[in-house]
């Protein structure tokens, strides 16, 4: 089997280092998940090299190198192109996993011992980058073309060392829409209470995929029935007990059902539509457990407020929906409230109508949204108003009138304030 590398910085790099390696008489080649990717017709995001050569001798043979994981065998070779690098690790057999996610120790062996005792058989692959060759010691090419996710060896021992790999599994599977093996799924779901042992940060990251993934709502609902939506985001696996006003038979469904509708979703999106139904603290407690940023968790809080003003969405008049559109990150907002229409509990159809006119304020310029009003407070007063809490109602009225479009000059806005004042 011939494969051609993509033409990219990071595959040119990956090849340079293989060659200089081998050159200086060392076993080197691709390896883990560019390897997986290169087979399934992907372009992979980074590139591995695996090899015999020790951590010192790869450190020699580069002079562009970080020691960042030398402890485990691992170091990264720097291209000239800026950012890109290349993870070098040499074959190892790991020790204990004490912590649940490092070995207590690494003993350097050979490729045999190094593929025994990765996650997962489709990342456990190795490449010979210039004969094409595949080197596969677990079947994991078979995996591949099954388009199965199988843990190597003993699923429990695997994810006994990185308890991560619970969340990891279903994420590859969901990503690559391939099933989880059932003897390894039925492990995951046995030791899914363990996960919390895990870092916020980590979960997080791997939550991160999962959401601005294809398989979104696939990978949450294998979550729930393993017992990881539970451990991790009670808020989210407690709308499965709460009745949903439209055709979804729960609030969890429909939060599903609205992550399948969106696009490419941004984290804060994505986010957004997994925990409105949750509602505003409990979002932000759940990305303040996550440790997720400020500015992550202020625009899902932004958002998450404005969705009950979804409700009733159809019924709003001209001025109400242009104040709408002065909220923050309204164009989340709106790709959020177009995917909660397919299950608001009201005619979507009439819902979708009432995002079209707000599509069609929005493209009148912020003049439209944002009027300025022809009269002050001193006009007010020069009207026999004494100053007061009036001054604030009869201009936010005479801007409503102005929203409306019922009001468009000073002639026009003091006939209308008159008329207030006498009533």
């Keep these: 089997?011939?494969?051609?590398?993509?033409?990219?910085?990071?595959?040119?790099?990956?090849?340079?280092?293989?060659?200089?390696?081998?050159?200086?008489?060392?076993?080197?080649?691709?390896?883990?998940?560019?390897?997986?990717?290169?087979?399934?017709?992907?372009?992979?995001?980074?590139?591995?090299?695996?090899?015999?050569?020790?951590?010192?001798?790869?450190?020699?043979?580069f002079e562009k190198s970080i020691p960042v994981g030398k402890s485990f065998g691992v170091i990264t070779v720097q291209g000239e192109v800026d950012g890109v690098q290349v993870e070098v690790a040499t074959f190892r057999h790991d020790g204990p996993y004490s912590d649940g996610r490092h070995p207590d120790s690494v003993r350097f062996t050979d490729a045999q011992e190094d593929a025994a005792r990765r996650d997962f058989t489709i990342n456990a692959l190795y490449l010979d980058p210039e004969s094409g060759e595949v080197i596969d010691y677990v079947n994991g090419v078979q995996d591949l073309k099954a388009r199965l996710v199988r843990a190597v060896g003993d699923p429990a021992v695997r994810f006994a060392e990185d308890k991560l790999r619970l969340l990891r599994a279903?994420?590859?599977?969901?990503?690559?829409?391939?099933?989880?093996?059932?003897?390894?799924?039925?492990?995951?779901?046995?030791?899914?209470?363990?996960?919390?042992v895990c870092s916020a940060e980590r979960i997080r990251e791997e939550l991160h995929?999962?959401?601005?993934?294809?398989?979104?709502?696939?990978?949450?609902?294998?979550?729930?029935?393993?017992?990881?939506?539970?451990?991790l985001l009670p808020e989210v696996a407690a709308l499965a007990d709460r009745a949903s006003p439209g055709p979804a038979r729960n609030l969890l469904a429909r939060a599903l059902m609205t992550l399948?509708?969106?696009?490419?979703?941004?984290?804060?999106l994505a986010w957004s539509a997994l925990l409105a139904d949750a509602g505003e603290e409990a979002a932000a407690?759940?990305?303040?457990?996550?440790k997720c940023s400020n500015e992550l968790a202020s625009r899902v809080r932004d958002i998450v407020s404005d969705v009950p003003r979804l409700a009733g969405l159809e019924h709003l008049g001209q001025a109400a929906?242009?104040?709408?559109?002065?909220?923050?990150?309204?164009?989340?907002?709106?790709?959020?409230a177009r995917a909660r229409s397919l299950d608001q509990g009201a005619d979507p159809a009439q819902v979708r109508l009432a995002l079209t006119r707000l599509a069609a304020f929005r493209a009148q310029g912020p003049q439209s949204l944002w009027p300025k009003l022809p009269l002050s407070g001193d006009d007010l007063k020069a009207?026999?108003?004494p100053p007061g809490p009036?001054?604030?109602?009869?201009?936010?009225?005479?801007?409503?009138?102005?929203?409306?479009?019922?009001?468009?000059?000073?002639?026009?806005?003091?006939?209308?304030?008159?008329?207030?004042?006498?009533?």
């Excluded at 340079?16 to 990717?37: F, I, M, N, S, Y």
């Excluded at 399948?260 to 804060?268: F, K, Q, R, T, V």
């Design 321 to 336: 929906l242009k104040r709408l559109l002065r909220r923050p990150h309204v164009d989340e907002w709106l790709e959020l």
């Design 260 to 268: 399948d509708a969106l696009a490419n979703p941004s984290l804060s």
């Design 390 to 423: 009036r001054y604030r109602e009869l201009l936010s009225a005479l801007e409503d009138e102005m929203l409306e479009g019922r009001v468009g000059t000073r002639e026009g806005a003091l006939a209308f304030v008159k008329s207030r004042m006498d009533a």
């Design 383 to 385: 009207l026999g108003l």
């Design 170 to 196: 279903i994420r590859f599977a969901c990503a690559l829409n391939f099933e989880l093996d059932d003897a390894t799924f039925a492990a995951l779901k046995r030791m899914a209470p363990q996960v919390v």
């Design 285 to 290: 407690a759940t990305l303040r457990r996550l």
């Design 209 to 231: 995929r999962m959401l601005t993934s294809p398989g979104r709502s696939r990978a949450l609902r294998l979550m729930q029935e393993a017992g990881l939506l539970n451990a």
């Design 1 to 61: 089997m011939k494969l051609d590398l993509p033409n990219v910085p990071a595959s040119a790099l990956a090849r340079r280092v293989v060659k200089t390696l081998r050159a200086r008489g060392h076993v080197a080649w691709l390896a883990g998940g560019c390897v997986r990717d290169l087979l399934l017709g992907r372009t992979p995001k980074d590139y591995d090299v695996a090899t015999d050569a020790r951590p010192e001798e790869v450190e020699a043979a």
